[in-house]
T-cell receptor, first 115, second 114 residues
Framework: EPEVTQTPSHQVTQMGQEVILRCVPI?????FYWYRQILGQKVEFLVS????????KSEIFDDQFSVERPDGSNFTLKIRSTKLEDSAMYFC?????????????FGEGSRLTVL | GNSVTQMEGPVTLSEEAFLTINCTYT??????LFWYVQYPGEGLQLLLK?????DKGSNKGFEATYRKETTSFHLEKGSVQVSDSAVYFC?????????????FGKGMKLTVNP
């Protein structure tokens, strides 16, 4: 069964360092997403991506964050200069249609710990 | 803005017990409602959904009915199994005009003991 894969599963970094989280969405999907969950809090939407550009982003997704699809298969989330409050589980997802109508398929998540 | 409030856990039940996980929402327009489940070591996966009022979503013995009058989408299962141990997330998406993002609740961890 096709699945979304994420790497790394866990990353520990120092405050101020750049981090790249990687995702391989399901191959025939067209919409890609990043969500995050800070420990004990809700799963929050960060950004959606379609047709090689951001289609929607939340207020969390500030200038420190960026996404790209560098090679047609990977979908990456970059945090330029990590802060302590960026520590969270980051989930990548993909879908065939926009989420209002269809199902999102999520990866297992990448746990980011910022020290 | 749109929001979801769900019962917080963790909850521990014995096998064959009845399960209810409450979920209420606040939204403008007519959202679609979802329950996602995350089994240990796996990603979130769609359990069931309902796209309009009075629709009932069902899957794997779980059911939830979209109640517009009470803005609720409670998840129920008549007899839980050990394999139902997971974290359950209520979510909504899309209003008039549509939205690409899901709004989730905090999630509730369920442990079912034999």
């Amino acid at each position: 069964e096709p699945e979304v894969t994420q790497t790394p599963s866990h990353q520990v970094t120092q405050m101020g360092q750049e981090v790249i989280l990687r995702c391989v969405p399901i191959s025939n999907h067209l919409y890609f997403y990043w969500y995050r969950q800070i420990l004990g809090q809700k799963v929050e939407f960060l950004v959606s991506f379609y047709n090689n550009e951001i289609s929607e982003k939340s207020e969390i997704f500030d200038d420190q964050f960026s996404v790209e699809r560098p090679d047609g298969s990977n979908f990456t989330l970059k945090i330029r200069s990590t802060k302590l409050e960026d520590s969270a589980m980051y989930f990548c997802a993909s879908s065939e249609t926009i989420s209002a109508a269809g199902e999102l398929f999520f990866g297992e998540g990448s746990r980011l710990t910022v020290l | 803005g749109n929001s979801v409030t769900q019962m917080e856990g963790p909850v521990t039940l014995s096998e064959e017990a009845f399960l209810t996980i409450n979920c209420t929402y606040t939204a403008t327009g007519y959202p679609s409602l979802f329950w996602y489940v995350q089994y240990p070591g796996e990603g979130l996966q769609l359990l069931l959904k309902a796209t309009k009022a009075d629709d009932k979503g069902s899957n794997k013995g779980f059911e939830a009915t979209y109640r517009k009058e009470t803005t609720s989408f409670h998840l129920e299962k008549g007899s839980v199994q050990v394999s139902d141990s997971a974290v359950y997330f209520c979510a909504l998406s899309g209003t008039q005009g549509g939205s690409e993002k899901l709004v989730f609740g905090k999630g509730m961890k369920l442990t079912v003991n034999p």
